[in-house]
T-cell receptor, first 112, second 113 residues
């Protein structure tokens, strides 16, 4: 089945620790996105990538980093610089501009 | 800039009631408009979309019409079911620049039997 796989579903971070959220897609989509979802605030764009080896900051990139070494993979690292990382993180991909986004099932990150 | 404004929730309805969730947008030109739905603990799924003025998107009994004159894309359903309980997001893709989606804050719908 084609789709987007996010892992893990739940993740806990200790103070000062970096953690990496995985996002893999087998839809052959060029564009991939990371969104953060907080209660009552909707979705906010962290980073996006429209092609391999290229990515751009979204609206709330501080404290996060990404890479796009392969078309199918777009991992997100939440660094220790992100002081309020507790949120639901959603990865998405799209075949092109104006087309719908396909979302993964999300990762809930919490701070210990 | 580009933005989407949705009515605040939660919207609480009895089964078979009529649903309207309001959505208005601000954008230059003609954006593409979307409604996404999120069931508990899951990612978002596209519910319907419209790409030009007066287009009507429809799916699973839900409808929304792209109204350029009122910059609106209100979501409607004639008879809701308990299984429609979810969070609904209105979104747009700007007509120019990148294809990143801009979301509203979401509206929670609760349907009771």
């Amino acid at each position: 089945d084609g789709g987007i796989t996010q892992s893990p579903k739940y993740l806990f971070r200790k103070e000062g620790q970096n953690v990496t959220l995985s996002c893999e897609q087998n839809l052959n989509h060029d564009a991939m996105y990371w969104y953060r979802q907080d209660p009552g605030q909707g979705l906010r764009l962290i980073y996006y990538s429209q092609i391999v080896n290229d990515f751009q900051k979204g609206d709330i990139a501080e404290g996060y980093s990404v890479s796009r070494e392969k078309k199918e993979s777009f991992p997100l690292t939440v660094t220790s610089a992100q002081k309020n990382p507790t949120a639901f993180y959603l990865c998405a991909s799209s075949p092109g501009r104006g087309e719908k986004l396909f979302f993964g099932s999300g990762t809930q990150l919490s701070v210990l | 800039g580009n933005s989407v404004t949705q009515m605040e929730g939660p919207v609480t309805l009895s089964e078979e009631a009529f649903l309207t969730i309001n959505c208005t947008y601000t954008a230059t030109g003609y954006p593409s408009l979307f409604w996404y739905v999120q069931y508990p603990g899951e990612g978002l799924q596209l519910l319907l979309k419209a790409t030009k003025a007066d287009d009507k998107g429809s799916n699973k009994g839900f409808e929304a019409t792209y109204r350029k004159e009122t910059t609106s894309f209100h979501l409607e359903k004639g008879s809701v079911q308990v299984s429609d309980s979810a969070v609904y997001f209105c979104a747009l893709t700007p007509p120019l620049g990148t294809d990143k989606l801009i979301f509203g804050t979401g509206t929670r719908l609760q349907v009771f039997p």
